[in-house]
């Protein structure tokens, strides 16, 4: 009983987790392709590649913030 209560409290982690990042996958990477292209219009080729440098820097600047919790116990 106690092993089936584990198997679907673990279902429902992997199933929201999983949820959470598809939805900010779709407003991250959805919106991108609309935000560059508005920013063509008035700034060229430069504006979507702009757009996209400044993405990758922010992207970068989370990742060198981020803590290595590689080697600590999962509890």
């Known amino acids: 009983m106690r092993r089936r209560f584990l198997l679907l409290a673990v279902f ?17 990477g959805g919106t991108a392709p609309l ?7 008035p700034l060229g080729r430069l504006g979507g590649a702009g757009y996209m440098t400044l993405c990758a820097l922010v992207s970068f600047g989370a990742l060198y913030r981020m803590s290595d919790r590689s080697r600590e116990p999962l509890t």
């Open 35 to 41: 935000i560059a292209t508005a920013l063509i219009g």
């Open 12 to 28: 429902a982690l992997v199933a929201l987790s999983s949820v959470a990042f598809n939805v900010g996958l779709g407003f991250g």
